[in-house]
């Protein structure tokens, strides 16, 4: 994956790399971590959105909410973009009728029990309810997704710079799902892969922020 990229992109992604750092340093000073940010610190009821109502910055169009799917699980942040902030010429291959601001959900970051981004992940619309955007048109919307200020404003910048720094396997993933979609479509004829609940997840990786830092920096001193 490293090798085919340029250095000038390369450079490009070790220093979102420093950023990344730089903010979960800050926030490890403070005894904080984005899950704990966005629930309080309190009980986290399944599929409820922490926080309520969701982060929207309405300069960028960007959103994100965290949430679980049970009880057991450490949690994870959905990412969206909505239509006002994509390049223009971006159109849904599915839409949903009546919402023409329905989001695009771009990836998961889900967490580990010490409270870092352990995975990245894909789903259908089971879990999202989005407008259904192509890998190719996704991979173009990952530079436009931003947030900054807000109460929430260090999660924000903390994702911010993540999907700046995991954008490579963020369009690796978007492909896979899309493959994944195609390849559910036919071992179950008749069912829908956007919105069977049996499918959900499309495609995964375990991440380590610290681990892909090292090996962008071995790929650009090869």
Known sequence: MLESLPPAELTSLILAGEEV?????????????PAGLLTGGGRVAPFRH???????DFA???????????????????LFLRPKGMPPEIRPLIGIEGEPDAPCH???????????????????????????YSAESVARMLP?????????????AWLTALVALFRPIIVALACERDAEIERWRQAHPGADAL??????????????????RA???NALER
């Open 50 to 56: 922490y926080p309520e109502g969701d982060v929207y």
């Open 106 to 132: 771009l990836i998961a970051v889900g967490f580990g029990p010490d409270g870092s981004a352990a995975e990245l992940f894909t789903t259908n619309r089971w879990v999202t309810g989005e407008a259904w």
């Open 21 to 33: 750092a730089r903010l979960e340093q800050a926030l490890r000073a403070a005894g904080d971590d």
């Open 215 to 217: 090996d962008l920096q």
């Open 144 to 156: 436009y997704f931003s947030v900054t200020g807000g109460r929430h404003a260090r999660v924000g």
């Open 195 to 212: 919105d069977d609940a049996a499918l959900e997840v499309t495609s995964r990786r375990q991440i380590s922020v610290s681990a892909w």
């Open 60 to 78: 960028t169009h960007s959103q994100f909410y965290y949430h679980i799917h049970r009880g057991n699980e450490y949690g994870h942040i959905h």
